[in-house]
């Protein structure tokens, strides 16, 4: 079964109108929708959206490094998300235990180049 979905673009700042074609449940291609105002062209970014969805090397879960970033090949170990945040959560109390909260800066380079565009003003 096929349809066609119309929504837009999350992958940066334009929001840009998408009809997107879906077959069996998959993503299978992203074109620009002429009549969303932002819809009259997509990038490459947009259009790449099957592939980054569905590619077999997406990572889907945390991972950890098991071996020192001195080694040339690094082997990871798959963690839960729990695992993750708490390890991040303590990573960042020891940061501003030793620096103070000053020595925690979080940035975004470009409104375009991140899906993190709806969390900039929180991130800024």
Avoid: Q
Avoid at 6 to 34: A, M, Q, Y
Avoid at 97 to 123: C, H, K, M, N, Q
């Amino acid at each position: 079964m096929i349809e066609e979905k119309v929504g837009f673009c999350t992958l940066c700042k334009s929001r840009c109108g998408t009809i997107n074609v879906v077959e069996n449940g998959w993503l299978k291609k992203v074109v620009p929708n002429p009549d969303h105002p932002t819809g009259k062209a997509i990038c490459l970014k947009g259009r790449s959206a099957p592939e980054v969805v569905h590619n077999s090397r997406r990572l889907t879960a945390p991972l950890r490094r098991t071996t020192p970033k001195s080694d040339p090949d690094p082997r990871w170990m798959e963690i839960s998300w729990d695992e993750a945040l708490d390890e991040i959560g303590d990573r960042l109390k020891d940061h501003v235990a030793r620096g103070g909260p000053e020595s925690i800066a979080f940035a975004v380079t470009s409104g375009s180049s991140s899906p993190l565009s709806d969390s900039t003003y929180w991130i800024l």
